[in-house]
């Protein structure tokens, strides 16, 4: 039995994941924030390279691999776009962010160069 519980918080890019997680360490929440795209790039969470979206492929095997250790403790606030791969048992409560499509859509085109890339970016790649 854990003695903190488990979040997961999650939603498109660009929906404010982060800053919440920002806040919530911020505020002497006594937990630890794991950005999932950060464990990847650590860890070499990669199963390969997508040339066209100019972003690495998620071998979500190896970032469970990583993470399961970690998650038995409890005490975890875990930052990251999907959910489907995550094993249910790892979490207490799910949180899953939204926001104006319009908004939403400033917010990502401010964070990536290319047009095409706005529109891929929340669909396709995975990290």
Partial sequence: MRRKPNILITGTPG??????????????????????????????????????????????????????????????????HGCDFFPERWFDVVFVLRTNNTLLYDRLEKRFVTQTKVGEKHRTCKT
């Fill in 15 to 80: 929906v404010g994941k982060s800053k919440l997680c920002e806040e919530l360490i911020r505020s002497g929440l006594d937990m630890e924030w794991i950005e999932v795209g950060q464990v990847a790039k650590q860890c070499n969470c990669y199963s390969g390279y997508d040339k066209e979206l100019e972003c690495h492929i998620l071998n979500e095997d190896k970032v469970l691999d990583e993470l399961e250790s970690r998650m038995e403790e409890g005490g975890k606030i875990i930052d990251y």
